[in-house]
């Protein structure tokens, strides 16, 4: 049975990466150690192909396999959201009969990419594709990746007319929009921070939690931070948050997954792998990470 959206995704979510062997291959045992590792470390719930997970350099059953594992790895322990995008609708609907096949909890789908559509054109795509499934549907606003913002009007209104829309990660940075979107959403629409930086003013204005990248190399830290917020002792999670900065800073100077993947190879987690066209983050700044993790705790 599937978990209920409404109680499965506040909290910490660990947007996951894909570790990769030096040759660039998938390497499933070391994503199999971090999906338990989230586990182990108090994270709610755990997001598959997302961002993070490098999804468009991922070809269609490499994306099966890496699903499959962390849901075979996880077992039914967290609830699972998983990433679907893309700049075609009727292309988006398709890839919606694929998986089919995984037993996952929600889906996140970004605003689509390159074709740069007007708030119409979002509100007829996400009616479009809300339509197509009765999985729990979340949007994924993220306008520094996809060059479209989802404004909160636009936001509200599909919410409206979309039952199974049941919230939104928002990563636009935008704050006005944001703190308007939490003021006049509808009840029980969740509003999920998608920026590591901003959770902590975000959750206290409101938000629902908190789908993050940091908590690949640091799921303890982050987790109680967040939980922290949830129950309103503010000089805790403020303490964890003024620790974590210099290293969330550094760990989106060159972009993402880079520094997440940097950090993580830093503490012995993974192998510095990516495929191109990301490549790893500069010596320089490789080293200042290292510098910063020896005054922080490794969890």
């Not at 999906?35 to 991922?58: C, F, H, K, Q």
């Not at 009007?153 to 979309?162: N, S, V």
């Not at 979107?181 to 206290?204: H, N, Q, W, Y």
């Not at 191109?276 to 200042?288: A, G």
């Amino acid at each position: 049975m599937r978990h209920d959206p409404h109680t499965a995704f506040k909290g910490l979510g660990t947007a996951l990466i894909t570790p990769f062997t030096p040759d660039g291959q998938i390497d499933f045992p070391r994503l199999s150690q971090l999906v338990n590792r989230m586990i182990d470390n108090g994270v709610d719930y755990l997001l598959a192909l997302g961002t993070t997970s490098e999804y468009p350099t991922l070809a269609p059953d490499e994306k099966d396999a890496v699903l499959r594992c962390i849901l075979e790895t996880n077992a039914g322990r967290l609830p699972v959201m998983v990433g679907l995008g893309g700049p075609n609708t009727q292309f988006m609907i398709r890839k919606l009969e694929r998986l089919a096949a995984f037993e996952v909890d929600a889906i996140l789908t970004v605003t689509p990419y390159y074709n740069k559509p007007s708030q119409a054109g979002l509100v007829a795509h996400y009616k479009t594709f809300a339509a197509a499934t009765d999985m729990p549907v979340f949007l994924y606003n993220v306008p520094g990746r996809t060059s479209c913002n989802l404004e909160c009007e636009t936001t509200l209104r599909i919410a409206e007319e979309c039952p199974n829309v049941v919230g939104i990660k928002e990563a636009s940075g935008k704050m006005k929009q944001i703190l308007q979107l939490i003021a006049k959403r509808r009840e029980g629409f969740m509003v999920i921070s998608g920026d590591d930086l901003l959770t902590l003013p975000l959750m206290a204005s409101g938000a629902d939690g908190l789908i993050s990248v940091m908590s690949n190399a640091f799921p303890a830290k982050v987790s109680a931070m967040v939980h922290h917020i949830m129950a309103g002792r503010m000089d805790e999670a403020r303490a964890i948050h003024q620790q974590l900065v210099p290293l969330t800073i550094d760990c989106f100077k060159e972009g993402s997954p880079a520094g997440v993947k940097a950090i993580m190879f830093a503490m012995g987690l993974i192998d510095n792998a990516l495929r191109l066209p990301l490549v790893p983050v500069s010596d320089k700044l490789q080293e200042e990470i290292a510098l910063l993790l020896s005054d922080t705790p490794k969890r």
